[in-house]
């Protein structure tokens, strides 16, 4: 699991699966000042005290290799999950840390909240081309799917090779939204790629000459 810093300490992306910002209890031992294995009790007590509880909180176990190689335990944590058991700690470094983190979780899950909303425009995108090749009786294969995520790149960096959208900023995302719908609307009307492709050109210039930029390093 991918750990990155943020808000000067480490959260875990998401779960793929649940799309959900995470961290371990690894992380809650530390940022708290407390021994890994007095958290992994206090977890531990839980599942037996309460399963139910457990369960609710969406605790997973899962394991880590340490600095000698050895696979060991910890638990990944969901938002309610850390906020049950770092309110049991107390002192200034604790309240300062349960804040680091609190805000760590709200940076984290708007990542995740962009990325969701660009793959949502992608598929209204992809469904759009289908509807529309569909009605003129053409067969829509992966590589016309593909095909326009290479010109929504194009539209975005000046070239048609794959974008690590992880690594997009704020405004870059909100710029590829809006090229994704454009590109939406564009192939709707039935405009042809080549047309599409200039339109889509000109819209990254305006946007951009009204202060957004990409990233330096996608050029």
Same mark, same amino acid.
């Given at each position: 699991m991918k750990l990155e @810093?943020?808000?000067?300490?480490? /959260?875990?992306?998401?779960?793929? =699966?649940?799309? %959900?910002? $995470?961290?371990? =209890?690894?992380? +809650?031992?530390?940022?708290?000042? &407390?021994?890994?294995? !007095?958290?992994?009790? &206090?977890?531990? *007590?839980?599942?037996?005290?309460?399963? %139910? $509880?457990?369960?609710?909180? @969406?605790?997973?176990? =899962?394991?880590?290799?340490?600095s000698s190689g050895k696979s060991n335990k910890e638990y990944i944590l969901?938002?309610?999950?850390?906020?049950? #058991?770092?309110?049991? #700690?107390t002192g200034q470094k604790a309240d300062k840390f349960r804040m680091d983190l609190i805000q760590a979780f709200n940076q984290m899950e708007s990542w995740i909240t962009e990325r969701i909303k660009n793959s949502l425009e992608y598929k209204v995108m992809s469904d759009t081309? !289908?509807?529309?090749? /569909? +009605?003129?009786?053409?067969?829509t294969k992966g590589h016309h799917y593909?095909?326009?995520?290479?010109?929504?790149?194009?539209?975005?960096?000046? &070239?048609?090779?794959?974008? *690590?959208?992880? /690594? +997009?900023?704020?405004?870059?995302? *909100? /710029?590829?939204?809006?090229?994704? @719908?454009?590109? !939406?609307?564009?192939?709707g009307c039935g405009m042809a790629y080549a047309d599409r492709k200039e339109s889509l050109g000109l819209f990254t210039e305006i946007y951009k000459s009204k202060g957004n930029t990409l990233l330096s390093q996608l050029r």
């Open positions: @810093k943020i808000s000067g300490i480490e /959260l875990a992306f998401y779960k793929k =699966s649940g799309k %959900e910002a $995470v961290t371990t =209890s690894r992380v +809650l031992a530390d940022g708290f000042g &407390k021994r890994h294995d !007095t958290v992994l009790r &206090k977890i531990n *007590d839980l599942k037996k005290r309460s399963p %139910e $509880v457990f369960t609710d909180l @969406k605790i997973a176990v =899962s394991k880590y290799i340490d969901s938002r309610d999950a850390y906020m049950w #058991f770092g309110m049991s #700690f081309l !289908t509807e529309v090749r /569909l +009605l003129q009786g053409k067969e593909s095909n326009e995520a290479r010109l929504i790149n194009w539209a975005m960096t000046g &070239k048609f090779r794959p974008v *690590d959208r992880e /690594l +997009l900023s704020d405004s870059d995302l *909100d /710029l590829l939204f809006a090229l994704q @719908k454009r590109n !939406t609307v564009l192939i």
